[in-house]
Nanobody, 122 residues
């Protein structure tokens, strides 16, 4: 059993910043890659950013230079620093984590947070 708890979403004006966080809890043995996805109304869920356990990152072209993903392995937490927000960033943002638990050692599970709304006004 793994839970991902997100925080930091909200309503901001264009040009402002938000910092999302997502903490994983449960009987976690290993956390592998972690990431953020988003889904806007009428759109498919899309990748925003990922980060491996050693710090290698990927970003969607639409957020490069504005968003930064990082993680604190000691806290089982992944962050998304969102700067220079634009109205087109408005979406529900979902945390994702690939985890091996003590119950299922040797098998990777894919876990999702509940989603947090980010709304950017023009």
């Amino acid at each position: 059993q793994v839970q991902l708890v997100e925080s930091g979403g909200g309503l901001v004006q264009a040009g402002e910043s938000l910092r999302l966080s997502c903490a994983a809890s449960g009987r976690i043995a290993i956390i592998g890659i972690m990431g953020w996805y988003r889904q806007a109304p009428g759109k498919q869920r899309e990748l925003v950013a990922t980060i491996t356990s050693t710090g290698t990152t990927t970003y969607a072209d639409s957020v490069k230079g504005r968003f930064t993903i990082d993680r604190d392995n000691a806290k089982n937490t992944v962050y998304l620093q969102m700067n220079s927000l634009k109205p087109e960033d408005t979406a529900v943002y979902y945390c994702n984590s690939r985890v091996t638990t003590y119950k299922e050692l040797g098998t990777w599970g894919d876990y999702w947070g509940q989603g947090t709304q980010v709304t950017v006004s023009s």
